[in-house]
DNA sequence: CAAAAATGCTGAC
DNA sequence: TCAGCCTTTTTGT
């Protein structure tokens, strides 16, 4: 379910209602017992987001670690929370906020030097303020893999899932398959500024919508999932920049969705000289 | 009801 | 590269 944006969405809710509070922790599902007991009637110091995770730090150096792959769930109830599914791993509770969460990747306490190890692994999070993009753009550029392929990987940048991969790269205009090591500065400018306003506009909304402008006259407004996005799931459908059918094809194992008539190696370029032919032609 | 799919990641070939 | 993890939602019988 989630990408980075999600998960720094979580972490300011987080800082804004939970922390300063104190829990009692239990662990509906089983799993998480032990640690539960560890965590329960300790206040909560600080949150912290980087890529995909999530890092809770409570009182007495005890830290949260949660990741929620695919189909971790996290919910949140004022006052009165209904009784937890019996998935629920970990619940937190307080007078004023409770907190259910399922199906995470991983729940775990960890010490300070495992976090910090675990933290080191991680690449430039495009949505922390502490990134340096010419760290980023050096560890995209390292190796020869296309570039759809080097912006998954947590360890060059952290937070960028399947759908801001696809919807970053069509809002730069870069064809995806391209080595990611031919990444020139100015095309990676654009791309790192397109994941920041993707994913800053996102983890504030709480939801990726994708800027695709102008309004295309065969889009039927709507709020159906395909509408909140330019070209991730779109196979087949018109391109809204150039009407080109989007394409779909499998790269290591999952769905990569581009549109191959407008991100083309120098499809910035050549449709900015299409649209100045375009400004001076004759009015008709 | 069952089945399938999903924005992620890991460990075993 | 593939199965497995594990939950929720959507789709199909």
């Known amino acids: 379910m989630p990408e980075g944006n999600i998960l720094h969405r979580i972490a300011r809710v987080h800082g804004q209602w939970l922390v300063g509070r104190s829990f009692t922790a239990d662990s509906p599902q089983g799993r998480f017992s ?9 206040r909560l110091v600080s949150v912290d987001a980087h890529g995909k995770h999530l890092f809770h730090l409570f009182e007495g150096g005890v830290r949260l670690h949660l990741h ?47 976090e910090a190890q675990l933290r080191s692994r991680l690449g430039q999070d495009p949505l922390r303020p502490d990134a340096s993009p010419s760290r ?7 190796g020869r893999i296309p570039l759809a392929a080097a912006l998954l990987d947590q360890e060059r940048i952290a937070g960028v899932g399947n759908i801001l991969r696809a919807e970053a790269l069509f809002l730069a ?7 990611a090591s031919e990444l020139r500065l100015a095309d990676f400018e654009r791309l790192w500024e397109a994941l ?24 039927t407004p709507g709020k159906r999932r395909e509408d909140r996005f330019s070209v991730y799931d779109r196979a087949g459908q018109p391109c809204p920049r ?38 001076h032609a004759p009015k008709t």
Do not use: Y
């Open 34 to 42: 032990a640690g539960a007991r560890h965590l329960s009637g300790r």
């Open 136 to 142: 980023a753009f050096e560890a995209l550029r390292r």
């Open 173 to 179: 205009r870069l064809p995806p398959l391209r080595p």
């Open 242 to 279: 150039c009407a080109t059918p989007i394409s779909r094809v499998t790269l290591a194992g999952r769905g990569l969705f581009f549109c191959p008539g407008c991100q083309t190696p120098h499809g910035h370029t050549a449709s900015v000289a299409r649209r100045k032919v375009m400004e």
């Open 68 to 114: 929620l792959g695919l189909f971790g769930h996290l919910r949140h109830f004022r006052s009165r929370a209904p009784p937890p599914s019996a998935a629920c791993r970990l619940r937190l509770a307080s007078p004023q906020v409770t907190l259910h969460l399922a199906g995470p990747q991983a729940c775990e306490l960890l010490g300070p030097e495992e």
């Open 196 to 219: 920041r306003l993707l994913m800053e506009d996102a983890a504030r909304d709480g939801r990726i919508v994708t800027p695709h402008a102008p309004p295309a006259p065969w889009e």
